[in-house]
């Protein structure tokens, strides 16, 4: 599975930030922006459902490091496959409507089903712990500063278009592993 894990890495897309199911702020306290279901459809068939981290960025502001939920979370009983991204970065307020840029660089775990409420707490916690160790490597860190997140987006195509292993994305040249 790692194989076709690293295959699918990594992993540049962007969209719209939509309403989710509500449960990341109020149930979790871990606040989460979710992608629209165009931008999950476009997901590599071959990259499996799990936690991944990487780095984000809200608009044209600040980049920074992310944990992302991809799949049915089966805690929920999802219905919808979906991507739930927690930057991770205390924000002043909601930014549904607004354009979120990933890059997912590593994989943390597959999904899991959990007991209680506070064990899928304490999971997430660890997976941020986890993101935050990995991506202060130095062949993590200089994604921070990739060129797909500083080409301005002037075109509403680029938006909610997913770009696989950066070699599509013309931002993103040479910045594969």
Known sequence: MLEKILACLPYYCRGTVVKG?????????????NFPEV?????????????????????????????????????????KKSMETHVIHHFPSDFYGQQLSVVMLGYIRGEENFSSLDALIEAINNDIS?????????????Y???RYFTKVTDSIQEIDKPWSNGTDHPASQGSNL
């Open 130 to 142: 986890i993101a935050k160790l990995e991506l202060e490597k130095e062949s993590m860190l200089r």
């Open 39 to 79: 931008v999950v459809e476009n997901l590599p068939r071959d990259l499996p459902t799990g936690i991944y981290y990487g780095w984000a960025q809200v608009d044209k502001e600040e980049v920074h490091k992310m944990v992302m939920s991809v799949g049915w979370n089966p805690y929920y009983h999802n219905e």
């Open 21 to 33: 199911f509500g449960r990341g702020s109020k149930e979790l306290g871990i606040p989460t922006a």
């Open 144 to 146: 921070k500063s990739d």
